[in-house]
């Protein structure tokens, strides 16, 4: 029996054994299904939109991949701070921690960047869910902001300030920190030029207690870049063709104060112009014609600058003959063996490419209408990437933007392009303060408000007040640039003036009139202005002592006038120029109408030119005539005068006719003056202080008295060329310009006024 009891046992547990599992995975199978889906700790978000990001299903079994997908899905919503999935029973309950919404975006600590510009750059905004990748992105953000202006220093820390109802306020501390300037400016690998002729031809500068106006001391890794570029410019406009940066680092001090720059360089040889050709496969073009437009010369040292210049030259003038598609490509071959670069200036027809459209974004102010009248190309033109550079360049001239960017892109066919305009618009509002003083005018003091993109229009507006010791103006100017959607100007000026004239010739004037004028281009460079006023002169005040021609001056008169101006203008650059000419002739009649009849002419001309780096040579010279018609008398205040600024070394009207008894200066009708200048960097005065030498010659002369003026005066005149030699000083400071000259009269009459040193400085702010 016990044998038996034995197998059946074992028999029985067999069975178990067997049986077991199976019911096990059954009772698993059913207790891992989901029975229900439970939300908790949700307070703005719908039960049904979390569940919607859920990849769990009541009725399917838990999934552990699954609940991870999900978790990453509600994360990643934004909402939730903290979500946790777990199983109770067959139940699967969802714990969220919603993140709480932004009450309001606040910043401590800010004193050079103001609230408005960091608010715009920061991403957390008032009624946004509120995260702290988000919080952490907005201080990198504003750290990007003081770090473009200098400011390595700065440091921004975020605080929450928790409120009731799941709000909080986000609270931005800001140390800013003392601006992280330049130190030192290093090259290694120089030998043709200096360090300080380097740094004088890049943009940032080392910090120094007079720029204290200027950003250029500070680093900016964008400017790095285009110190770099400006550098390769350089060297290849000096004959380096083969120069080239290695390398441009910046370190940061330990202190975290400064910066130290080094640009490591190669210079390689020094080239000149070889060979110099130019070929065509145009039939029937003279190219001995295009060889007139080049700038560059066998012989000559190689610059790349003038061999762009004569690409240029060369496109529009193949351009202006007729030919709709050029393009101008210069070889350029090297001749390593005696450091010559031949150049061959390939004239060729170039794709046939038509502009489709031109598409203008950026311009929230300006109108389109405004930006594509200065474009030298319209849709459905041939294609010129000259007449492209050209169209970019006029719309940074025109002040209105801070930057210009003009891109080709595919049209709708391939002979099609389309340009694509980028603009950023700039304040083009001006309300400028200015206090100055001049031995010509005294203490003066001024303002003026000007916009120069009136409503979107490209129209100027102005009105300026200017009260001064010895004189005193109020004017009023608007200017149409395209009048009648035409390429003409027009304007209309109004005026009054007064001014004391009793130093020179014991009387005073004002005048109180307005002016109407129109100008054209005739090319980039010839331009026409013509101009009609009306104005009526006072002379009063006149002292019993002067001259008896003064006296017979006193009163009333009302001139009529037309004139017209041509300039001829190739100058690098209205202020300190360092190339071109500038060439302008006036003729005015009076007497339509009025009191005044006479015909007055001017002419001045001045030539500019850099005999070495950063010394320019200028010759100028001017004259004018002027008499009166149909047995008429020109009055006091129309005739000429000269000395001051226009006469170094004499007094206002301290050349010319004068009467012998009382001395004052009685004018002229026909004058002529002269000047050379020589400006030069001051030795051991650094380059970006605007400290300039000037050293001069003044010559000139005024003479030519009407005779029926004479009465019972005793007039000294006299057509002897007066000459005088002097130095000077000009600082181009952030306060405005500063003039000292010191000039000795050589060559004088014994009636002329001198006066040796002459002062002037005027501020805008």
Excluded: C
Aim: glycine share 8%; hydrophobic share 40%; no cysteine.
């Amino acid at each position: 029996m016990s044998l038996i009891v034995r197998w059946a046992v074992l028999a029985v547990f067999a069975i178990l054994a067997f049986t077991a599992p199976a019911h096990a995975q059954r009772g698993a199978a059913v207790s891992g299904a989901i029975s229900g889906i439970q939300i908790q700790g949700n307070v703005r978000s719908e039960p049904e939109t979390i569940r919607s990001y859920l990849q769990l299903k009541v009725g399917e079994p838990f999934d552990a991949a699954a609940a991870d997908r999900s978790l990453k899905a509600l994360f990643a919503t934004g909402l939730f701070a903290d979500v946790v999935l777990e199983m109770q029973g067959t139940t699967l309950v969802v714990k969220v921690t919603e993140n709480p919404i932004i009450n309001r975006v606040a910043f401590e600590g800010n004193k050079k960047i103001d609230d408005d510009k960091l608010r715009d750059e920061v991403q957390s905004k008032p009624r946004q869910v509120f995260t702290r990748a988000r919080a952490q992105s907005d201080v990198d953000r504003i750290l990007t902001i003081y770090r473009r202006s200098g400011r390595y220093n700065a440091s921004v820390e975020p605080k929450i300030i928790r409120l009731e109802q799941g709000r909080v306020d986000v609270v931005f501390e800001i140390n800013e920190g003392d601006v992280t300037g330049v130190k030192r400016i290093s090259f290694v690998g120089n030998e043709a030029f200096g360090d300080g002729t380097l740094r004088g031809k890049i943009r940032t500068s080392e910090s120094a207690w007079w720029r204290f106006l200027s950003s250029d001391d500070r680093f900016d890794p964008d400017r790095l870049n285009l110190d770099r570029e400006l550098l390769r410019k350089f060297y290849l406009s000096e004959g380096y063709a083969d120069f080239r940066v290695v390398s441009s680092v910046a370190e940061l001090a330990p202190n975290r104060e400064g910066f130290f720059i080094t640009f490591t360089i190669h210079e390689g040889d020094r080239y000149k112009f070889g060979k110099v050709d130019v070929t065509s496969r145009f039939q029937g073009l003279n190219v001995d014609v295009l060889k007139s437009f080049l700038t560059i010369a066998e012989g000559d040292w190689y610059d790349a600058n003038a061999v762009e210049k004569s690409v240029s030259n060369i496109s529009e003038a193949v351009g202006s003959l007729g030919y709709a598609f050029v393009d101008v490509r210069p070889n350029i071959r090297r001749n390593r063996d005696n450091n010559t670069v031949d150049v061959t200036f390939d004239v060729q027809e170039g794709p046939r490419v038509y502009v489709e459209r031109i598409n203008i974004s950026g311009n929230t102010r300006t109108l389109d209408k405004v930006i594509r009248r200065e474009f030298r190309l319209a849709e459905g033109d041939a294609f010129s990437t000259a007449k492209v550079r050209r169209s970019e360049q006029r719309l940074r001239n025109l002040g209105f933007f801070e930057k210009v960017d003009i891109a080709a892109a595919p049209g709708s066919a391939p002979d099609k392009t389309n340009l694509e305009v980028q603009v950023v618009e700039q304040s083009t509002g001006e309300i400028s303060l200015g206090a100055g003083y001049s031995t010509t005018a005294g203490i003066v003091g001024d303002i003026s408000v000007k916009e120069r993109n009136l409503l979107g229009k490209g129209q100027e507006a102005r009105v300026g007040l200017s009260i001064g010791t010895l004189s005193t103006s109020i004017d009023l100017g608007f200017t149409e640039p395209y009048f009648m959607d035409r390429q003409l100007s027009a304007g209309i000026d109004v005026f009054r003036t007064s001014n004391d004239r009793q130093n020179i010739a014991s009387y005073s004037d004002r005048s109180v009139g307005f002016a109407l004028r129109a100008g054209w281009a005739y090319s980039e460079e010839i331009r026409q202005l013509v101009r009609y006023t009306l104005r009526q002169t006072d002379i009063y005040n006149v002292q019993p002592w002067a001259s008896y021609i003064i006296q017979q001056n006193q009163g009333t008169q009302v001139v009529s006038e037309l004139s017209e101006t041509l300039i001829w203008d190739t100058r690098d650059q209205r202020l300190n120029a360092t190339k071109g000419w500038l060439v302008r002739n006036s003729i005015a009649a009076a007497g339509l109408i009025g009191t005044e009849q006479y015909i007055r002419t001017t002419a001045d001309a001045v030539y500019y030119r850099s005999l070495f780096e950063d010394v320019v040579l200028s010759v100028g010279g001017s004259a004018g005539l002027i008499f009166p018609f149909n047995n008429s008398y020109i009055r006091l205040n129309n005739l000429f005068f000269i000395g001051g600024d226009t006469m170094r070394g004499f007094t206002v009207g301290g050349i010319g006719p004068r009467d012998a008894n009382t001395t004052d200066s009685l004018g002229g009708q026909f004058y002529y003056t002269g000047t050379t200048e020589l400006s030069y960097p001051l030795p051991m005065v650094p380059k970006e202080v605007g400290l300039l030498g000037k050293a001069f010659v003044d010559v000139g002369s005024l003479w030519g008295v009407q005779a029926q003026s004479y009465g019972l005066a005793s007039v000294l005149t006299s057509q002897l060329m007066r000459v005088s030699t002097g130095v000077g000083v000009q600082w181009i400071s952030p306060f405005g310009p500063i003039r000292i000259d010191y000039a000795i009269p050589l060559q004088y009459e014994s009636w002329d006024k001198q006066q040796a040193v002459r002062f002037s400085f005027g501020t805008r702010f």
